[in-house]
């Protein structure tokens, strides 16, 4: 038995039509997932990325962490926008840092 081109393309337009829907429904997903992402980021990288600006991120763990802080804060201070809880995240950056580097003692 053989189909008729109308049965032909009306099964090909609801298959068309159940991946557009599973397409749309990922990208509303992706979308709400990305919306979730970006409001729990820093009020700074926000305001970086609204204004289109690059910037660098800068982990923790890293060897030049802090040396890069303390540049960041220097300058910040300079120009008087160093808050007291800059200064208090920095000082806790710092312990952590030199809590980090200390070396394991021998037992």
């Known amino acids: ?59 923790e763990h890293e060897s030049y962490y802090m040396d890069v802080y303390a540049i960041i804060r220097e300058h910040e201070t300079r120009k008087g926008t160093w808050t007291e809880e800059d200064e208090a995240a920095f000082a806790a950056s710092q312990l952590a840092n030199t809590e980090h580097a200390k070396p394991d003692s021998v037992h």
Request: proline content about 2%; hydrophobic content about 40%.
């Open 1 to 59: 038995m053989y189909k008729s081109e109308n049965d032909i393309s009306t099964g090909a337009m609801a298959r068309m039509s159940s991946m557009y829907q599973l397409r749309r429904i990922e990208a509303e997903r992706n979308n709400r997932a990305m919306a979730i992402a970006f409001d729990n980021l820093h009020p700074r990288v926000k305001k970086l990325l609204a204004k289109n600006r690059k910037f660098i991120v800068i982990g």
